[in-house]
């Protein structure tokens, strides 16, 4: 699905406003269909989820810029690949076959495959915060690694505000791509002049608060020390490291990027008084698979989420359907307290809609639904995502608000469920 235009008559609420929203249709004590809304485009309230439908050419690829100046580039290695293949190396040594690099700039020997990034000789912090939307629109990168401001030292460029300005490239990052995780480093050490070495030890103190209360506001951000593992031995010249230098660099990243790129969300066959049919295989600790042809209510658990406020997002993508069930549906649980009470919002192929309910002590509430327009293929992967605030539910479809719901659920896990359906499940958030 591509971006839609603010249509006539139509209202884009700020998160301020969705707050007096939640508070006020909470006080109705009944559903609110907004159909109405659907192309709406609405930024979940914790910054971490994406507002653009997430499709892949390559569906297991994780695509990771390198993002930066010359050092990012590979200047100063033996054959100008820099860290990228020492760190490449690194990922296929320990089993992961993955990550796909990417960006507008291409370096290094032709023997290396991964030569892509956005490693830009000589550029500021300001210099790559003017073209970044480009990029991110163009590469969609999962993972950026970014290591910026040795220019802005050597170029004595307003050094007052250089770190605000790396604060302000991490918002506009987040603000475009929420869901892409940011590595953001402090910058390696340099031998040309020791009072820009003392400049690029003030511009590095200044990262860890700066990246901190980011992180405790939700966005994707994490810090990685380059400068007390990178010494100016390690250098080819006065600025550049050299082919140790970039594995020491390699190593940092590798560190950093292992857990993300090897996550496991410990997923539970079962829960408590529910039956499972069907059957469920994970081919990867970001992904999982469901197959329940001819028998109804397939499911699996995330667990451990038993929080009355939370956001979940899932990208789901039907395989095929069955012929047992009229409504053969695949999608989320947002809510499973028990058997006999939870809430799902799913995509039906067969009637082309996208549908939420709950059950409370046994007894279904109504089905709500919002027919798709015709060039939505569920053959392709859709975010399904679910704001919960006590028993308020907002109900979102590839980041477009599509329901809003009462539901007199507390608190509960979070899972999949399929009926009569085989479907693929990847990239679950829990905020």
Not at 107 to 114: D, K, T, Y
């Amino acid at each position: 699905m591509g971006k839609q235009k603010k249509l006539p008559g139509q209202r884009i609420y700020s998160s301020a406003r969705r707050k007096v929203l939640f508070s006020f249709v909470s006080m109705l004590g009944f559903s609110l269909p907004l159909t109405d809304f659907w192309w709406v485009p609405v930024r979940f309230v914790t910054r971490i989820f994406s507002t653009r439908l997430r499709m892949k050419s390559e569906n297991a690829a994780v695509h990771v810029m390198p993002l930066g100046d010359s050092i990012t580039y590979g200047t100063g290695s033996s054959y100008n690949n820099g860290y990228r293949v020492p760190l490449w190396y690194l990922l296929v040594d320990a089993g992961i076959l993955i990550v796909r690099f990417v960006g507008s700039q291409t370096s290094g020997e032709h023997f290396f495959p991964e030569r892509a990034n956005e490693g830009h000789p000589g550029w500021r912090i300001d210099q790559i915060a003017n073209d970044i939307a480009l990029w991110l629109i163009q590469y969609r990168p999962d993972i950026l690694l970014l290591h910026i401001g040795t220019n802005d030292i050597g170029q004595a460029y307003e050094l007052e505000d250089a770190a605000v300005r790396l604060g302000q490239l991490i918002d506009q990052i987040n603000a475009l791509f929420p869901m892409t995780t940011l590595l953001v480093a402090q910058i390696i050490p340099r031998a040309d002049d020791p009072f820009k070495n003392q400049q690029t030890q003030v511009y590095n103190m200044a990262l860890p608060d700066l990246v901190q209360e980011r992180a405790l506001q939700g966005l994707p951000v994490q810090l990685v020390d380059m400068y007390d593992v990178v010494s100016i031995h390690n250098l080819a010249d006065e600025l550049h490291p050299n082919d140790t230098g970039y594995r020491k660099m390699a190593q940092v990243w590798y560190n950093a990027l292992l857990p993300l790129l090897t996550q496991t969300y410990g997923w539970k066959a079962s829960a408590t008084g529910t039956a499972v049919s069907g059957t469920w295989n994970t081919p990867d600790g970001n992904s999982i698979c469901s197959r329940s042809l001819g028998v109804p209510w397939n499911q699996v658990f995330h667990g451990d989420v038993n929080a009355s406020d939370y956001s979940v997002q899932v990208d789901a993508q039907l395989v095929r359907m069955g012929t047992s069930s009229a409504f053969p549906k695949y999608g989320l649980y947002a809510c499973y307290k028990d058997y006999k009470n939870f809430v799902v919002a799913c995509l039906d192929q067969k009637n082309h809609v996208f549908v939420t309910n709950a059950c409370i002590e046994g007894n279904w509430l109504h089905w709500q639904e919002t027919i798709l327009p015709d060039n939505v293929d569920m053959f392709q992967y859709h975010t399904l995502g679910v704001e919960k605030q006590g028993d308020f539910f907002i109900f979102f479809l590839d980041g477009l608000l599509q329901h809003m719901r009462v539901c007199p659920i507390a608190n509960g896990q979070i899972g999949l469920i399929t009926d009569d359906t085989e479907a693929n499940f990847r990239n679950m958030m829990v905020q």
